[in-house]
């Protein structure tokens, strides 16, 4: 596609609930990157995918959360029994790979996750 | 380790002015780069101007310019004649040289003023 799509925009849900955040990268992209927004925060790292491999998930806060990207191209955040303080935006960008990756960030604009 | 800090949360100036955000920053790394990204209402983050540290000479894009000053570990945004559509937070950002994470600072909201 012309951008970086993520779905939902918006997401509500109750405290111990598992959600699903999608995001569809720019086609031929090949790095994929997923960013945690909290409120009044900066932008938090949480996981690189080089094509299906994830060369570095260090950043993912707690083994409730885990990611997976098919065909070098959809990745899917997951969050399991969601707590409070996971509410926050959740970013997704891709790039045309690692090495280009300072000059070729494409963010999506995000899904906003409220847990209650 | 790395990290970028933003010391003015909030700031707003009228429209037609200029204005400056600072950015420090603090990394062993020798090759870098640093960048500024607006995030409007929208959310989507945006790419404003960004900096090899290799390059002495500061970046400028159209009325966004920086001011590089790799000893002190300073990147600071300058806006000229300032519009409405630059109300937006502002994002200072690294990122080593070979490596694919950006490390961002907390923010600095501008506000433009009619």
């Known amino acids: 596609g012309a951008g970086v799509s993520q779905s939902p925009s918006n997401k509500v849900t109750e405290k111990g609930k598992d959600v699903e955040l999608r995001c569809d990268p720019i086609?031929?992209?090949?790095?994929l990157y997923w960013y945690r927004q909290s409120l009044g925060q900066g932008l938090e790292f949480l996981i690189y995918f080089q094509g299906n491999s994830a060369p570095d998930k260090s950043g993912l806060p707690s083994d409730r959360f885990s990611a997976e990207r098919t065909g070098g191209s959809v990745s899917t955040l997951t969050i399991q029994r969601t707590q409070q303080e996971d509410s926050a935006v959740y970013l997704c960008?891709?790039?045309?790979?690692?090495?280009?990756?300072?000059?070729?960030?494409?963010f999506g604009s995000g899904t906003r996750l409220t847990v209650v | 380790a790395q990290t970028v800090t933003q010391s003015q949360p909030e700031m707003s100036v009228q429209e037609a002015e200029t204005v400056t955000l600072s950015c420090t920053y603090d990394t062993s790394e020798n090759n870098y780069y640093l960048f500024w990204y607006k995030q409007p209402p929208s959310r989507q983050m945006i790419l404003v101007i960004r900096q090899e540290a290799y390059k002495q000479q500061n970046a400028t894009e159209n009325r966004f310019s920086v001011n590089f000053q790799k000893a002190a570990k300073s990147f600071s945004l300058k806006i000229s004649d300032s519009q409405l559509g630059d109300t937006a937070m502002y994002f200072c950002a690294f990122s080593p040289f070979g490596n694919e994470k950006l490390t961002f600072g907390t923010g600095t909201r501008l506000t433009i003023i009619p």
């Open positions: 086609s031929g992209h090949t790095a």
């Open positions: 960008a891709s790039s045309q790979g690692v090495y280009r990756a300072p000059y070729g960030y494409t």
